[in-house]
T-cell receptor, first 113, second 117 residues
Framework: AQKVTQAQTEISVVEKEDVTLDCVYE???????LFWYKQPPSGELVFLIR??????QNEISGRYSWNFQKSTSSFNFTITASQVVDSAVYFC??????????FGTGTRLQVFP | DGGITQSPKYLFRKEGQNVTLSCEQN?????MYWYRQDPGQGLRLIYY???????QKGDIAEGYSVSREKKESFPLTVTSAQKNPTAFYLC????????????????FGPGTRLTVL
């Protein structure tokens, strides 16, 4: 079975705090892709990152960083020094050999000034 | 600018009516997808198309229909057979990755919010 679990339904932080969004996935495929998308209040899903299963190197992009660990089947997302504009719902997703995207249920992040 | 457009942004339907949601892309992507999002839930795949004149059912295709006559367009019809159509509908597209045939990252449109009155 293929599944993505985002156990954190909602997280609230104050501006400038660091926050980590958890993502745990399940798949038996050896080749797969993991994604993070951001959904602001406007509704459109904005692509943030794509990582393939053979690349466990962590990535940093500005205030965003991602920690991929195959040993724990996790692909966590950290926002450093959060800002109000980071408030959104964040989705983790998995794509395997069928090319279908399997989404988690999302984590709503609220950043208060 | 290249992108995906969906229209209308808001749509109201009376029970028993069919409605069609538009999705257009000018990214020259081969694959297109329709998802449904309900409050507090992730996205669920309705239909997808990897090439023109071909499409496959996703996980929740009952009560929906699609067509793919042009590469740029992938309209979704919500029929009266769909028991609970009130939801947020998102269209996406992606390009194939050669030579594997896998598809690349999916990019999404702004969505259509459908409400049944």
């Amino acid at each position: 079975a293929q599944k993505v679990t985002q156990a954190q339904t909602e997280i609230s932080v104050v501006e400038k705090e660091d926050v980590t969004l958890d993502c745990v996935y399940e798949t038996r495929d050896t080749t797969y892709y993991l994604f993070w998308y951001k959904q602001p209040p406007s509704g459109e899903l904005v692509f943030l990152i794509r990582r393939n299963s053979f690349d466990e190197q962590n990535e940093i992009s500005g205030r965003y960083s991602w920690n991929f660990q195959k040993s724990t089947s996790s692909f966590n997302f950290t926002i450093t020094a959060s800002q109000v504009v980071d408030s959104a719902v964040y989705f983790c997703a998995l794509s395997t050999n069928t090319d279908k995207l399997i989404f988690g249920t999302g984590t709503r992040l609220q950043v208060f000034p | 600018d290249g992108g995906i457009t969906q229209s209308p942004k808001y749509l109201f339907r009376k029970e028993g009516q069919n409605v069609t949601l538009s999705c257009e892309q000018n990214l020259n992507h081969d694959a297109m997808y329709w998802y449904r999002q309900d409050p507090g839930q992730g996205l669920r795949l309705i239909y997808y198309s990897q090439i023109v004149n071909d499409f496959q059912k996703g996980d929740i295709a009952e009560g929906y229909s699609v067509s793919r006559e042009k590469k740029e367009s992938f309209p979704l019809t919500v029929t009266s057979a769909q028991k609970n159509p009130t939801a947020f509908y998102l269209c996406a597209s992606s390009r194939p990755i050669f030579p594997s045939g896998r598809t690349d990252t999916q990019y999404f449109g702004p969505g259509t919010r459908l409400t049944v009155l």
